[in-house]
Nanobody, 118 residues
Framework: QVRPVESGGGLVQPGESLTLSCAAS???????????MGWYRQAPGKQRELVAY???????NYGDAVNGRFSISRNNAENTAYLRMDGLQPEDTAVYYC?????????WGQGTQVTVSS
């Protein structure tokens, strides 16, 4: 089954950094190169929101809450997308999900927990 797998979450203190990975190992690398990748997050009691999105052409867009602090990238040779998160704050605490979009098909990962707390 084609489903991306997230990793890299954990517990950090305010101001620290984390890098999340989203691997789509079961996807042909040519197909992955034609996909769009997105990171979303959902905090307890809140709706899932866009964090960052990168198109097949490498164009990146960010949610207002993270713009300037987070950076999305992709490595098509490794079928992997990354989310670099700097200056983490307690309000960034959430489950972070990766979404792979190939044409009209969307596949979500299971999520990885990020907790920011002193």
């Amino acid at each position: 089954q084609v489903r991306p797998v997230e990793s890299g979450g954990g517990l950090v203190q305010p101001g620290e950094s984390l890098t999340l990975s989203c691997a789509a190992s079961r996807v042909d690398f040519k197909v992955f190169a034609r996909s769009d990748m997105g990171w979303y997050r959902q905090a307890p009691g809140k709706q899932r929101e866009l964090v960052a999105y990168i198109t097949r052409d490498g164009e990146a867009n960010y949610g207002d809450a993270v713009n300037g602090r987070f950076s999305i990238s992709r490595n098509n040779a490794e079928n992997t997308a990354y989310l670099r998160m700097d200056g983490l704050q307690p309000e960034d605490t959430a489950v972070y999900y990766c979404k792979l979009k190939i044409g009209s098909i969307e596949k979500w990962g299971q999520g990885t927990q990020v907790t920011v707390s002193s």
